[in-house]
């Protein structure tokens, strides 16, 4: 069974403490790793695409690895907008394009 | 460019209602899919389609249905509203290279 796990369920980071956001995932065959920023009230946001070991991808202060078995959001030097919570999700190729396994979300909040 | 469109954005149904949740995107997207996130539970895939004429069940399909007659929509109905299915309702689209899911703002959904 597909099981997306991240880690810490909440996270609180003074302005400018870089840190990092752990996704660890089990699929039979991965199509691709998401990350998405999720504010209160709103939709999920598109961040990143990962679909194979050793891809990284970096948006401003955000930096997403990949591994066989888990990856990472990186945020360095975090500013209070980047408060937020986190979703990884990830598509198994056994699945339809429609079907991601979200994982319960990491709550970062930054204090000034 | 309105990407993907949710309304009502706010409802409130007694235990038995039925109503239908609207979702709209102007993208050409192929997939479209619909998820229902609960505290603690992360986001679930109720149902899915890939394309015009074609739905699948998801993850927590029952007490619900859908129909895709066009690309552009993808309604949800509840056929007889329980409080188990208080939830914020979040509908989804990609195209067929499944490179990053965009989501609507979401439907608040509350059964007394």
């Known amino acids: 069974e597909d099981q997306v796990t991240q880690s810490p369920e909440a996270l609180r980071l003074q302005e400018g403490e870089s840190s990092s956001l752990n996704c660890s995932y089990t699929?039979?065959?991965?199509?691709?790793l998401f990350w998405y920023r999720q504010d209160p009230g709103k939709g999920p946001e598109f961040l990143f695409t990962?679909?194979?070991a050793g891809e990284e991808k970096e948006k401003e202060r955000l930096k997403a690895t990949l591994t066989k078995k888990e990856s990472f959001l990186h945020i360095t030097a975090p500013k209070p907008e980047d408060s937020a919570t986190y979703l990884c999700?990830?598509?198994?190729?056994?699945?339809?394009?429609?079907?991601?396994?979200f994982g319960k979300g990491t709550k970062l909040s930054v204090k000034p | 460019n309105a990407g993907v469109t949710q309304t009502p954005k706010f409802q409130v149904l007694k235990t038995g209602q039925s109503m239908t949740l609207q979702c709209a995107q102007d993208?050409?997207?192929?997939?479209m899919s619909w998820y229902r996130q609960d505290p603690g539970m992360g986001l679930r895939l109720i149902h899915y389609?890939?394309?015009?004429?074609?739905?699948d069940q998801g993850e927590v399909p029952n007490g619900y249905n859908v129909s895709r007659s066009t690309t552009e929509d993808f309604p949800l109905r509840l056929l007889s509203a329980a409080p188990s299915q208080t939830s914020v309702y979040f509908c989804?689209?990609?195209?067929?290279?499944?490179?990053?899911?965009?989501f609507g703002s979401g439907t608040r959904l509350t059964v007394v």
């Open positions: 699929v039979s065959g991965l199509r691709g």
């Open positions: 389609s890939v394309g015009a004429g074609i739905t």
């Open positions: 989804a689209s990609t195209s067929t290279r499944g490179d990053g899911y965009t």
């Open positions: 999700a990830v598509q198994d190729y056994g699945g339809s394009q429609g079907n991601l396994i």
């Open positions: 993208m050409n997207h192929e997939y």
């Open positions: 990962l679909y194979s």
